[in-house]
């Protein structure tokens, strides 16, 4: 929080700590869980670099349990295109774009895909 303040990065409001987030983030993997948008992969990395480091749905319908697992979000709306104020034009890989990402990691810690994203719902 130093550095950011002698940076001139300022907050205004509270600041939240992700490792006090815990119980958050099982609300939300449960709520995805329940409506079947997230699924347990058991890829390795090793395995999605050997096909082209991109992640290809290997697991989407296998139906794995949740051991030795990682939890992926299914991605049904990808976003290979948007609009910066700054930058115009922003084109993103379509193979990035359409890859269900890890929310959960195989090792217990939540993803930072999934923590930001309930973490800055909470604050509005």
């Not at 390795?44 to 979000?73: E, F, K, M, V």
Request: hydrophobic content about 35%; overall charge negative.
């Amino acid at each position: 929080m130093h550095q950011l303040e002698h940076y001139g990065l300022h907050w205004d409001g509270d600041v939240l700590w992700q490792s006090q987030r815990h119980d958050a983030y099982r609300e939300a993997l449960a709520w995805l869980k329940s409506q079947d948008l997230c699924y347990y992969c058991t890829c390795t990395r090793a395995r999605i670099q050997s096909i082209g480091g991109t992640y290809d749905s290997h697991c989407r319908d296998l139906r794995n349990g949740p051991q030795n697992a990682a939890l992926r979000l299914r991605q049904t709306h990808p976003v290979t295109e948007f609009t910066d104020l700054l930058r115009g034009t922003i084109k993103a890989d379509e193979r990035l774009a359409r890859e269900d990402f890890i929310i959960h990691r195989r090792d217990g810690l939540f993803a930072y895909n999934l923590a930001v994203v309930v973490d800055d719902h909470f604050q509005g």
